[in-house]
């Protein structure tokens, strides 16, 4: 009976099934780019948001190897066509002309955060994929929203801020105790959530550049905190192993 449910037939039907999926996701980017001409005012801005999206996309097809998304996973597949347009805008400083839709677009593909885990847990769907997927999307919108900030008004030393996790993923290839489970923490939660604020409230057009920096450096900060508890706790336990 179960003979053939794992052939390859049945895999390529799957990888088609989630291609398909995303691909849906290349027409609502065309789409929002279309309607939003202040944010892909030219054409290296819809490369990049394309190879932002392409990029995003192709992990996807490759490492989900269930077929059909789910809602949950749509749902952080329309968050992914949102940040395609954050990155898209970014080109040329196009970001600059539209600076309040930019932020709209940003906004919104953050709170769309709390609906794909309300999804998951709803319909029972949620998965180790599905986290990871919605985590790096919201490291990925951090990243560039630091570079935003750059552009606009603050020096490099901002996109520290989003460069950090990477950062800490990099040393995870060299330290392996550094990829072990961490526990849960309202801490780090914390200083997320702050740390997206102090960037949007740095980026709008009516906070001076004192002020940007000001809130820049105290997410820098706080995370760096955060970032330092959690690598002393793997390394504690590491070592006491």
């Known amino acids: 009976m179960y003979l053939f449910t794992n052939t390859p037939t049945v895999t390529t039907t799957r990888r088609w099934q989630t291609a398909t999926e995303v691909f849906l996701g290349v027409i609502a980017l065309v789409l929002s780019g279309w309607l939003l001409p202040g944010l892909l005012a030219g054409p290296l801005n819809w490369g990049v948001a394309l190879f932002c999206y392409a990029l995003i996309g192709g ?14 996973n749509r749902v952080t597949l329309a968050r992914a066509v949102l940040v395609a347009l954050v990155a898209g805008a970014l080109a040329n400083q196009a970001f600059m002309a539209a600076i309040w ?4 677009i940003a906004i919104l593909a953050l709170l769309l955060d709390g609906v794909d885990g309300w ?7 949620a ?17 560039l929203l630091c570079v935003g900030l750059w552009l606009e008004s603050i020096s490099g030393w901002v996109v520290l801020i989003g460069g950090m996790r990477y950062l800490f993923v990099a040393a995870g290839w060299r330290f392996t105790w550094l990829t072990q489970p961490l526990f849960a923490s309202m801490r780090r939660k914390t200083v997320c959530v702050w740390q997206v604020v102090a960037l949007l409230l740095a980026l709008t057009p009516l906070t001076s550049s004192d002020v940007a920096e000001m809130l820049a450096l105290s997410a820098l900060l706080s995370l760096a905190y955060s970032f330092g508890v959690d690598t002393w706790w793997l390394y504690r336990q590491a070592h006491a192993r």
Do not use: C, K, N
């Open 59 to 72: 992990l996807v097809t490759t490492y989900w190897p269930h077929g059909l998304l789910g809602w949950a």
């Open 101 to 104: 839709l930019w932020l709209a």
């Open 119 to 125: 999804l998951a847990r709803r319909t029972q769907s």
């Open 127 to 143: 998965s180790p994929f599905g986290a990871r997927f919605d985590m790096e999307l919201d490291a990925l919108l951090i990243m």
